[in-house]
């Protein structure tokens, strides 16, 4: 089970400073002022015999990381997630344990007037819902076999629903997700520190662009 503890110490964010790194295929490096980049990836889809079809598919995505210093900073960032990202919306979640995964949607919940101690973790329930200002749901399918369990979850219904739907291990069941999703991945940079990496395609490029903008005018 994921502990939750207070593993950010308080750390101000002047008006000088950056949320924001550059994403690099490999790694993240420099802290630099926020660059919107919209990638473009070209596709060429196979036929069943792996040949490649004349037809090619432009795909937009958009990725960004934001850091935190503090259980404050992490609670704006959720913030920041429910003013700019709309509801019925999949999140891909990842993350070491104790990464943080937990933590952030325990900020969900407060950003949408439940509290921090409604929120514990999926872990061995499989599934928590929160009836907030928006559904929040948050799954974890480590223990779950095949995608017809996942499916008995009731994980279509949660889809059409107005909120959030938080999917840990979400990779395994790729085929049963909703073709427009937003990943997140939560890394652990030191021992107070989390990187939060955004990436989205297509339908959720300008909402996760909004995102970026408001990572860059939060302080401390």
Known sequence: M??????????????????IQR???????????LTIREKSHLSHPTDKSGNFLKRAIN???FEFSATSESEA????????????????????????????KTRF?????????????QVTSPTFVICNQYPLKRHVFHLDAYRIKDADEFLELGVDEMYLTDGYVFIEWAEKF???????????????????????EFSATTKYVDCLTALARSCTLMDG
Request: hydrophobic fraction near 35%; glycine fraction near 8%; charged fraction near 15%.
């Open 23 to 33: 994403h690099s295929r490999h790694q993240f490096r420099e802290l630099v002022p």
């Open 59 to 61: 795909i937009n995505t």
């Open 105 to 117: 949607v325990q900020g969900i919940a407060v950003a949408l007037g439940g509290t921090p101690e």
């Open 2 to 19: 994921e502990k939750i503890s207070n593993y950010f110490l308080p750390s101000p964010l002047n008006s000088n400073s950056t949320l």
């Open 174 to 196: 790729s085929d049963c997700l909703p073709r427009e999703q937003i990943s997140l991945n939560i890394v652990i940079d030191g021992e107070y520190s989390r990187r939060f």
């Open 73 to 100: 900073i992490t609670d704006k960032l959720a913030q920041a997630f429910v003013n700019c990202i709309p509801g019925n919306t999949t999140i891909a979640l990842s993350g070491t344990l104790g990464a943080g």
